[in-house]
């Protein structure tokens, strides 16, 4: 059974339109992370939510913004597109409490294009 | 300077090789160290902690140097179904920083 899903696996939007992406998890970790990754490089993060806390990246443009409304969900708002924003969305989660690992769950990835 | 820093790569070997990649991460106070792998397209998916007395998943052996700041993973025996890119993981409280990978291709 899938543990982290993102919706949709696919989005095409327009330069400027602004697109949510979606994250859910049924692992009940209390940490959420959003990356992107572009072709041949590393994930690349941009910011995480420990609980309700939300921790933007230093170099994470304001273009990019995240919002939690409860444990299972975040979501990913792109307000204002632009073509060096075509990448792969990664969602993860983490569970830091005592005795669990620090390892990330994944989930699919939503692969943004942008025309 | 990247804060993780792996061989750059592409490892092309025949089937039935050992080949090993190696892994150095800058900040000494990183707690916990991974092997991920991803294939083409797809997620990353965890492969493998690492730890310092160094362990093992059946032809996988991860070994860790804290000293050095060393992180390497050997594959024996490699199959077909091991080509993918590698990728070493540091974290750090929260947040885990990824190496930009290694891509192993494993030819017949």
């Known amino acids: 059974d899938a543990m982290v899903i993102q919706n949709p696996r696919y989005q095409v939007t327009q330069f400027g339109k602004p697109v949510t992406l979606s994250c859910s998890q049924t692992?009940?970790?209390?940490?959420m992370y959003w990356y992107q990754q572009k072709s041949s490089q590393a994930p690349k993060l941009l910011f995480h939510?420990?609980?309700?806390?939300?921790?933007n990246e230093a170099d994470t443009p304001d273009n990019f913004q995240s919002r939690r409304p409860n444990t299972s969900f975040c979501f990913l708002d792109i307000r204002s597109p632009g073509l060096g924003d075509a990448a792969m969305y990664l969602c993860?989660?983490?569970?830091?409490?005592?005795?669990?690992?620090?390892?990330?769950?994944f989930g699919p990835g939503t692969r943004l294009t942008v025309t | 300077r990247k804060e993780v820093e792996q061989d750059p790569g592409p490892f092309n070997v025949p089937e039935g090789a050992t080949v090993a990649f190696n892994c150095t991460y800058s900040?000494?106070?990183?707690?916990?160290f991974f092997w991920y792998r991803q294939d083409c397209r797809k997620e990353p998916k965890l492969l493998m902690s690492?730890?310092?007395s160094g362990n093992e998943d059946g032809r996988f052996t991860a070994q860790l140097n804290r000293a050095s700041q060393y992180i390497s993973l050997l594959i024996r025996d490699s199959k077909l179904s091991d080509s993918a890119t590698y990728l070493c993981?540091?974290?750090?409280?929260?947040?885990?920083?990824f190496g930009a990978g290694t891509r192993l291709t494993v030819k017949p």
């Open positions: 939510y420990y609980d309700k806390d939300f921790n």
């Open positions: 692992l009940n970790h209390n940490v």
């Open positions: 690492v730890y310092s």
């Open positions: 993981v540091v974290n750090r409280a929260v947040v885990m920083r």
């Open positions: 993860a989660t983490s569970s830091l409490d005592e005795g669990q690992g620090y390892e990330q769950y």
């Open positions: 900040n000494s106070a990183s707690q916990s």
